[in-house]
């Protein structure tokens, strides 16, 4: 089992669509989390962090369910703009290599 | 501030060459890592260095690939004998060594083996 699971998608929606992505990680140690967004041929770029109480950004709300251990991405009212990777990255800390990267969710807003 | 830098941007090399991509992570951050992405995949991650301890090399694909970083400060990562599954971007990384912190990219340097 891969330590950070995503369901790689493609998620294709329209315009002003809510879109809701999940990504699942193994290691119950894990600290801090993280959404990355990586538009094509560019690098990734942070998103927003994850919070044990969840947090909201405009039009994104991240969530942590550490008993589940699952992060989870909502985006309201999708724009043609935020049709991109999306990327979970949990910081586990302890081992050695601390940040460890999902293969991302592909996300298409269509017109 | 400066972000993460990394050159060559591009390089095109002949199957078999040798080829030393550089990155220059964001002043004071002890963490680096080095990623591959091949078109259309995911990161691949490849090493880790933090501070002056031991890096971790489990990622490294073969023994063609190696890496150095002195202390702090830039990076090497090195392909022996390229070939042409070599071909990637390959992208560097770099954060504080601090439990809530972010990583920055560089913007990647795609390498093509011909």
């Known amino acids: 089992r891969k330590e950070v699971e995503q369901d790689p998608g493609p998620f294709n929606v329209p315009e002003g669509a809510t879109v809701a992505f999940n990504c699942t990680y193994s290691?119950?140690?894990?600290?801090?989390f993280f959404w990355y967004r990586q538009d094509c041929r560019k690098e990734p770029k942070l998103l927003m962090s994850?919070?044990?109480s969840g947090n909201e950004d405009g039009r994104f709300t991240a969530q942590l369910n550490r008993a589940s251990q699952y992060i989870s991405l909502l985006i309201r009212d999708s724009k043609l703009s935020d049709s991109a990777t999306y990327l979970c990255?949990?910081?586990?800390?302890?081992?050695?290599?601390?940040?460890?990267f999902g293969k991302g969710t592909r996300l298409s807003v269509i017109a | 501030g400066a972000g993460v830098s990394q050159s060559p941007s591009n390089k095109v090399t002949e199957k078999g060459k040798d080829v030393e991509l550089r990155c220059d992570p964001i002043?004071?951050?002890?963490?680096l890592y080095w990623y591959r992405q091949r078109l259309g995949q995911g990161l691949e991650f490849l090493i880790y260095?933090?501070?002056?301890?031991?890096?971790?090399k489990s990622g490294l694909p073969s023994d063609r690939f190696s890496a150095e970083r002195t202390g702090e400060s830039v990076s090497t990562l090195t392909i022996q004998r390229t070939q042409q599954e070599d071909s990637a971007v390959y992208l560097c990384?770099?954060?504080?060594?601090?439990?809530?912190?972010?990583?920055?990219f560089g913007q990647g340097t795609r390498l093509t083996v011909v």
């Open positions: 990384a770099s954060s504080a060594r601090s439990m809530n912190t972010e990583a920055f």
């Open positions: 290691n119950s140690a894990s600290q801090s």
């Open positions: 990255v949990v910081n586990r800390w302890t081992g050695n290599t601390p940040l460890v």
């Open positions: 260095f933090q501070g002056n301890s031991a890096p971790d």
């Open positions: 002043s004071g951050h002890t963490a």
């Open positions: 994850v919070y044990s």
